[in-house]
Nanobody
Framework: QVKLVESGGGLVQAGGSLRLSCSASGTTPILHYMGWHRQAPGNRRELVAE???????NYASSVKGRFTISRDNAKNTVNLTMNSLQFEDTAVYYC?????????????WGQGTRVTVSS
């Protein structure tokens, strides 16, 4: 079982920066993907950024150039550095990890950390 714990959310003014961190613990297999999703009130949960265990990244178009995802495979941690934050980035941010084994993908989610950007 994989447990994900996020930290680093909070309140920031528009134009500011925040750094989210997520740590995976428990019986952790090779986590093929780690990443961040977010959900704003009334909206569906959406992908923000993800990174595979080879370092390849994928970003939502709305955050490209502003957010940077990184991971430490040895420590099973993933970070999201968010710069030039906008009011529209306000959401609960969820860490996600997934691994592939015997033909199946397994997904794990953290409990979420709230990011509030004041305009």
């Amino acid at each position: 079982q994989v447990k994900l714990v996020e930290s680093g959310g909070g309140l920031v003014q528009a134009g500011g920066s925040l750094r989210l961190s997520c740590s995976a613990s428990g019986t952790t297999p090779i986590l093929h993907y780690m990443g961040w999703h977010r959900q704003a009130p009334g909206n569906r949960r959406e992908l923000v950024a993800e990174i595979d265990n080879g370092g390849r990244t994928n970003y939502a178009s709305s955050v490209k150039g502003r957010f940077t995802i990184s991971r430490d495979n040895a420590k099973n941690t993933v970070n999201l550095t968010m710069n030039s934050l906008q009011f529209e980035d306000t959401a609960v941010y969820y860490c996600k990890a997934k691994y592939y084994r015997l033909g199946l993908w397994y997904d794990y989610w953290g409990q979420g950390t709230r990011v509030t950007v004041s305009s």
